[in-house]
């Protein structure tokens, strides 16, 4: 038996990994969760397939729920694949479900997939980092757990480029708090379904980001790269 921990690219379904495509063809199961696009478990032609998302409206799968039924699966069958939107080691609790493998004592291999954090930037012409603008970039979470006792996040972060991911319910908030340490005319660019046909692409800056009409799953972009963005695409603001 073996897991293969995979990734399944931030969307566009071109932009799977032929490892990953590999694996699909081999699995007998696939657990996976809610996909951008749905289209690449067709490469799962011989597997049972298992969503285990969230359902708007139903009881969905804790993690640990999940963590069960995946070593279940793995001693039930030769082949599982875990398939998970973007990389699964990117806010996609990929280490934990990777950690309760280990403690069973099954294989498991690990397929890393493009993050939409970096792959969906890069898809539009914004690079994350840019000689002379960008050294360093922070990926950040604008969910933290509301159950953790203190928040990790701070806000307060030194690095050129900063990337929310799970950012859009608490944007005003979130915002709010990096206007305390960023300067409010800081370029933004929010980019809605990246990498999909339905793709839409929000610039502006913090101080009017939140102004405009913004909806999920989209990442936030923070930082004067998106002026290179705006350059290649000759917006003028
Ligand atoms: C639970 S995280 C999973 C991230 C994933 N593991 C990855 O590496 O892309 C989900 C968040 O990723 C971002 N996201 C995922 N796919 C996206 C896409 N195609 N366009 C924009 N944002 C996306 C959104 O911020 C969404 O709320």
Redesign the pocket.
């Known amino acids: 038996m073996v897991v293969y921990l995979v ?1 399944a690219g ?2 566009d379904p071109e932009l799977i990994t032929l490892k990953a495509i590999n694996a699909l063809k081999k699995a007998e199961v696939v657990l996976y969760d809610k996909l ?1 696009n749905e289209e690449i478990l067709e490469y799962a032609e011989n597997a049972k397939l298992v969503y285990v998302g969230k359902q708007a409206g139903q009881h969905y799968k804790t993690q640990d729920e999940i963590n069960k039924l995946l070593v279940k699966e793995a001693k039930d069958n030769n082949i599982v694949v875990r398939l ?9 609790r ?1 280490g934990e479900e990777m950690l309760a493998l280990k403690k069973e004592g099954i294989k498991f291999e690990l397929i890393p ?5 970096i ?2 930037p890069t898809t539009i012409g914004l690079p994350v980092t840019h000689r002379g603008i960008a050294t360093s970039l922070t990926l950040v ?3 933290e757990d509301p159950t953790k006792k203190e928040k990790q996040v701070k806000w307060d972060f030194k690095a050129d480029t900063i990337v ?5 319910s608490n944007l005003a908030e979130n915002i709010a708090e990096i206007m305390k340490y960023k300067d409010p005319s800081t370029p933004v660019c929010v ?6 046909e339905n ?1 839409r692409i929000i610039t502006g800056t913090l101080e009017n980001i939140t102004e405009k009409n913004i909806k ?5 972009v923070i930082g004067h790269v998106v002026d290179v963005f705006k350059e290649i695409n000759q917006i003028d603001e």
Do not use: C, R, W
């Open positions: 990734g931030p969307g951008a998970k939107g973007g990389d699964p080691f990117v806010f996609g990929g997939g493009v993050t939409s954090a792959g969906a979470t604008g969910h929310i991911l799970m950012g859009i980019i809605e379904n990246g990498t999909m793709q999920p799953p989209a990442l936030v």
